[in-house]
């Protein structure tokens, strides 16, 4: 069985000469790789010791890219910070739901 790291772990690394991120449940250690990284180490300093997920796939890294984070590897984040689904979001229409086609303004701010 893989390593399991907590959250709180992680947020300890959050220097950029100790620096790990979260990307889908699994934690990688890039610290080295932060002077390599084509999208600047700026950018990985920006999420050192937290979820980058959702950062990582905003940019929409190359398929070499998922692959290159095999090799920084450290460990799954442990079940106890997975956040559930609730099954009240799994109903139909929530997971039909597509925020790119919502409207970009709420009625309400306007
Ligand atoms: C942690 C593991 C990461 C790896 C292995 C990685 C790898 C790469 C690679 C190989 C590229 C070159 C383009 C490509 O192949 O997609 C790239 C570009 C880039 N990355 Fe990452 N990346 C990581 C994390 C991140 C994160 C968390 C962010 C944002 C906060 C980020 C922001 C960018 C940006 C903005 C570029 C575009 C650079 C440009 O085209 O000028 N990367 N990354």
Redesign the pocket.
């Known amino acids: 069985m893989s390593k399991e790291i907590r959250l709180a772990t992680v947020k300890q690394h959050n220097k950029p000469t100790d620096l790990w991120?979260v990307?889908d449940n699994k934690v990688?250690d890039?610290t080295k790789?932060r002077l390599e990284?084509?999208?600047?180490e700026d950018?990985?300093v920006?999420?050192a010791g937290r979820d980058?997920t959702k950062?990582?796939n905003d940019?929409?890294?190359?398929s070499?890219?998922r692959e290159?984070?095999k090799k920084?590897y450290i460990g799954d984040l442990d079940a106890a910070d997975i956040p559930k689904k609730s099954p009240i979001s799994a109903t139909p229409t929530e997971a039909s739901y597509d925020p790119a086609a919502a409207p970009k303004q709420c009625c309400i701010l306007n």
Not at 37 to 40: F, M, N, R, T
Not at 59 to 62: D, I, N, P, T
């Open positions: 991120v990307i990688y890039v790789f990284h084509p999208g600047g950018t990985l920006d999420v980058a950062d990582f940019v929409g890294h190359s070499e890219a290159m984070l920084y």
